[in-house]
Protein backbone atom coordinates (compact mmCIF):
# COMPACT_ATOMS: atom_id res chain seq x y z
CA UNK A 1 0.00 0.00 0.00
CA UNK A 2 2.59 2.17 0.83
CA UNK A 3 6.78 2.19 0.68
CA UNK A 4 6.93 1.51 4.41
CA UNK A 5 4.57 -1.98 3.73
CA UNK A 6 7.18 -2.59 0.94
CA UNK A 7 10.00 -2.39 2.87
CA UNK A 8 8.53 -4.74 5.76
CA UNK A 9 7.13 -7.27 3.01
CA UNK A 10 10.84 -7.02 1.45
CA UNK A 11 12.36 -7.89 5.10
CA UNK A 12 10.16 -10.96 5.75
CA UNK A 13 11.27 -12.26 2.24
CA UNK A 14 14.51 -11.94 3.16
CA UNK A 15 14.14 -13.77 6.31
CA UNK A 16 12.63 -16.39 4.04
CA UNK A 17 15.57 -17.00 2.18
CA UNK A 18 15.11 -14.72 -0.56
CA UNK A 19 17.34 -12.67 -2.06
CA UNK A 20 15.22 -9.95 -3.76
CA UNK A 21 11.76 -9.95 -4.84
CA UNK A 22 12.27 -11.41 -8.44
CA UNK A 23 13.22 -14.19 -6.60
CA UNK A 24 10.62 -14.74 -4.71
CA UNK A 25 8.18 -14.40 -7.38
CA UNK A 26 9.90 -16.45 -10.13
CA UNK A 27 9.67 -19.18 -7.44
CA UNK A 28 6.28 -18.56 -5.89
CA UNK A 29 4.21 -18.31 -9.23
CA UNK A 30 5.66 -21.34 -10.07
CA UNK A 31 4.80 -23.03 -6.75
CA UNK A 32 1.16 -21.71 -7.47
CA UNK A 33 0.97 -22.76 -11.09
CA UNK A 34 2.27 -26.24 -9.39
CA UNK A 35 -0.41 -26.87 -6.75
CA UNK A 36 -3.22 -25.45 -8.76
CA UNK A 37 -2.66 -27.30 -11.46
CA UNK A 38 -1.83 -30.62 -9.75
CA UNK A 39 -4.58 -30.55 -7.36
CA UNK A 40 -6.99 -30.24 -10.03
CA UNK A 41 -5.27 -33.67 -11.82
CA UNK A 42 -5.09 -35.27 -8.66
CA UNK A 43 -9.16 -35.27 -8.83
CA UNK A 44 -9.69 -36.58 -12.27
CA UNK A 45 -10.03 -40.47 -12.18
CA UNK A 46 -8.91 -40.26 -16.38
CA UNK A 47 -7.11 -37.87 -18.00
CA UNK A 48 -7.16 -37.81 -21.75
CA UNK A 49 -4.69 -35.24 -23.35
CA UNK A 50 -4.88 -34.80 -26.91
CA UNK A 51 -4.17 -30.91 -27.78
CA UNK A 52 -3.16 -27.90 -26.00
CA UNK A 53 -6.45 -27.08 -25.47
CA UNK A 54 -6.96 -30.10 -23.08
CA UNK A 55 -4.30 -29.34 -21.25
CA UNK A 56 -5.38 -26.15 -20.39
CA UNK A 57 -8.81 -27.13 -19.00
CA UNK A 58 -6.83 -29.48 -16.64
CA UNK A 59 -5.92 -25.77 -15.28
CA UNK A 60 -7.69 -23.63 -12.59
CA UNK A 61 -9.93 -20.83 -13.80
CA UNK A 62 -7.86 -17.55 -13.31
CA UNK A 63 -10.01 -16.52 -10.60
CA UNK A 64 -9.00 -19.76 -8.51
CA UNK A 65 -5.35 -19.25 -9.55
CA UNK A 66 -5.87 -15.52 -8.16
CA UNK A 67 -6.75 -16.74 -5.08
CA UNK A 68 -4.36 -19.35 -4.64
CA UNK A 69 -1.90 -16.63 -4.85
CA UNK A 70 -2.95 -14.29 -2.60
CA UNK A 71 -3.96 -16.77 0.11
CA UNK A 72 -0.65 -18.17 0.23
CA UNK A 73 1.24 -14.94 -0.07
CA UNK A 74 -0.04 -13.79 2.93
CA UNK A 75 0.93 -16.99 4.42
CA UNK A 76 4.67 -16.55 3.43
CA UNK A 77 4.44 -13.45 4.66
CA UNK A 78 3.22 -14.84 8.24
CA UNK A 79 6.08 -16.82 7.87
CA UNK A 80 8.43 -14.35 7.54
CA UNK A 81 7.07 -12.15 10.36
CA UNK A 82 7.23 -15.38 12.75
CA UNK A 83 10.44 -15.59 12.43
CA UNK A 84 11.54 -12.24 13.28
CA UNK A 85 9.73 -13.19 16.09
CA UNK A 86 11.44 -16.20 16.67
CA UNK A 87 15.00 -14.76 16.45
CA UNK A 88 13.91 -12.22 18.67
CA UNK A 89 12.58 -14.97 21.46
CA UNK A 90 16.08 -16.97 21.27
CA UNK A 91 17.78 -13.62 22.07
CA UNK A 92 15.77 -13.08 25.06
CA UNK A 93 16.19 -17.03 26.27
CA UNK A 94 19.97 -17.08 25.66
CA UNK A 95 20.68 -17.87 29.27
CA UNK A 96 17.95 -20.34 29.73
CA UNK A 97 18.40 -22.44 26.42
CA UNK A 98 22.01 -22.31 26.45
CA UNK A 99 24.25 -22.62 22.86
CA UNK A 100 23.60 -26.31 21.76
CA UNK A 101 19.59 -25.66 21.90
CA UNK A 102 20.30 -22.05 20.44
CA UNK A 103 22.16 -23.58 17.44
CA UNK A 104 19.88 -26.26 16.99
CA UNK A 105 16.91 -23.53 16.77
CA UNK A 106 18.89 -21.76 13.90
CA UNK A 107 19.52 -24.66 12.55
CA UNK A 108 15.90 -25.73 12.46
CA UNK A 109 15.09 -22.42 11.07
CA UNK A 110 17.79 -22.19 8.11
CA UNK A 111 16.48 -26.50 7.07
CA UNK A 112 12.49 -24.76 7.15
CA UNK A 113 13.91 -21.87 4.53
CA UNK A 114 16.79 -23.56 3.04
CA UNK A 115 17.36 -22.52 -0.75
CA UNK A 116 14.71 -23.76 -2.96
CA UNK A 117 12.53 -25.12 -0.14
CA UNK A 118 9.61 -24.46 -1.92
CA UNK A 119 10.27 -27.22 -4.87
CA UNK A 120 11.90 -29.92 -2.65
CA UNK A 121 8.65 -29.30 -0.02
CA UNK A 122 5.40 -31.22 -1.16
CA UNK A 123 2.09 -29.05 -0.44
CA UNK A 124 1.25 -31.12 3.08
CA UNK A 125 4.64 -30.38 4.56
CA UNK A 126 4.49 -26.31 3.71
CA UNK A 127 0.83 -26.31 5.19
CA UNK A 128 2.48 -27.94 8.54
CA UNK A 129 4.76 -24.49 8.61
CA UNK A 130 2.82 -23.12 10.93
CA UNK A 131 2.61 -25.47 13.74
CA UNK A 132 6.32 -26.10 13.32
CA UNK A 133 6.73 -22.44 13.83
CA UNK A 134 4.57 -22.55 16.78
CA UNK A 135 6.29 -25.64 18.07
CA UNK A 136 9.80 -23.04 18.16
CA UNK A 137 7.68 -20.46 19.97
CA UNK A 138 6.00 -22.72 22.75
CA UNK A 139 9.58 -24.18 22.61
CA UNK A 140 11.56 -20.80 23.56
CA UNK A 141 8.22 -19.88 26.13
CA UNK A 142 8.55 -23.17 28.13
CA UNK A 143 12.77 -22.74 28.17
CA UNK A 144 11.69 -19.55 29.89
CA UNK A 145 10.00 -21.00 32.08
CA UNK A 146 11.74 -24.01 33.11
CA UNK A 147 14.99 -24.55 31.31
CA UNK A 148 15.68 -28.11 32.81
CA UNK A 149 12.74 -29.49 31.55
CA UNK A 150 13.55 -27.84 28.27
CA UNK A 151 17.65 -29.21 28.25
CA UNK A 152 15.73 -33.12 28.97
CA UNK A 153 13.76 -32.46 25.80
CA UNK A 154 16.42 -31.52 23.68
CA UNK A 155 18.54 -34.15 24.61
CA UNK A 156 15.98 -36.78 23.56
CA UNK A 157 16.00 -34.61 19.64
CA UNK A 158 19.60 -33.76 19.41
CA UNK A 159 21.08 -37.05 17.98
CA UNK A 160 18.52 -37.70 15.36
CA UNK A 161 18.49 -34.26 14.04
CA UNK A 162 22.52 -33.91 14.03
CA UNK A 163 22.69 -37.00 11.63
CA UNK A 164 20.14 -35.41 9.53
CA UNK A 165 21.99 -32.09 8.95
CA UNK A 166 25.73 -34.20 8.59
CA UNK A 167 23.44 -36.37 5.82
CA UNK A 168 22.20 -33.62 4.04
CA UNK A 169 25.03 -31.63 3.95
CA UNK A 170 27.29 -34.12 2.40
CA UNK A 171 24.19 -35.34 -0.55
CA UNK A 172 25.40 -35.21 -4.12
CA UNK A 173 24.54 -31.28 -4.98
CA UNK A 174 23.01 -33.13 -8.55
CA UNK A 175 20.91 -35.69 -6.63
CA UNK A 176 17.40 -35.80 -8.01
CA UNK A 177 14.35 -34.67 -5.53
CA UNK A 178 13.46 -38.42 -6.98
CA UNK A 179 15.89 -40.11 -5.82
CA UNK A 180 15.34 -43.41 -3.63
CA UNK A 181 17.93 -42.69 -1.11
CA UNK A 182 16.64 -38.47 -0.95
CA UNK A 183 13.10 -39.41 -0.58
CA UNK A 184 14.09 -41.70 2.65
CA UNK A 185 16.13 -39.06 4.01
CA UNK A 186 13.49 -36.23 3.33
CA UNK A 187 10.75 -38.71 4.96
CA UNK A 188 13.13 -39.28 7.96
CA UNK A 189 13.39 -35.70 8.10
CA UNK A 190 10.27 -34.92 8.90
CA UNK A 191 9.73 -37.12 11.06
CA UNK A 192 11.99 -35.24 13.31
CA UNK A 193 10.39 -32.32 12.66
CA UNK A 194 7.13 -33.82 14.09
CA UNK A 195 8.99 -35.94 17.14
CA UNK A 196 9.51 -31.72 17.87
CA UNK A 197 6.08 -30.93 18.31
CA UNK A 198 5.65 -34.09 20.33
CA UNK A 199 8.36 -33.31 22.61
CA UNK A 200 8.31 -29.60 23.16
CA UNK A 201 4.89 -28.26 21.72
CA UNK A 202 2.66 -31.74 22.42
CA UNK A 203 -0.84 -29.17 22.75
CA UNK A 204 -0.43 -28.66 18.86
CA UNK A 205 -0.49 -32.40 18.53
CA UNK A 206 1.81 -33.73 15.78
CA UNK A 207 0.37 -35.26 12.15
CA UNK A 208 1.86 -38.97 12.89
CA UNK A 209 2.38 -41.01 15.55
CA UNK A 210 6.30 -40.91 16.00
CA UNK A 211 8.69 -42.15 18.55
CA UNK A 212 12.31 -42.97 18.88
CA UNK A 213 11.37 -46.59 17.13
CA UNK A 214 9.96 -45.41 14.63
CA UNK A 215 12.92 -42.82 13.62
CA UNK A 216 15.15 -45.54 13.80
CA UNK A 217 13.42 -47.47 11.54
CA UNK A 218 13.12 -45.33 8.75
CA UNK A 219 16.46 -44.28 9.42
CA UNK A 220 17.48 -47.86 8.42
CA UNK A 221 15.28 -47.21 5.54
CA UNK A 222 17.15 -44.35 4.41
CA UNK A 223 20.84 -46.45 4.93
CA UNK A 224 19.28 -49.17 2.88
CA UNK A 225 18.35 -47.16 0.41
CA UNK A 226 21.71 -45.30 0.05
CA UNK A 227 24.10 -48.68 0.30
Known sequence: RNFKDLQKIKLYLVNLGFS????????????????????????????????????????KPEAEIEKAFKEWFLIFLSWGEKQREIITQISKSKKQLGDAQIKDLESQLSYLFVSGFLDINNIDNLKRYNIYLQGMNKRCDSASVNPLKSQQAFMLLSDYWVRFCKEFEQKPENISAHDQSYLALMKYRWL??????????????????????????????YLNSKY
Not at 20 to 47: E, G, Q, R, V, Y
Open 20 to 59: DFASFFLDFTKFISDITCLANIKNLKDINIKSKEDFINLL
Open 192 to 221: VEEYRISIFAQSLGSRIKVSPKRMEAVWGE
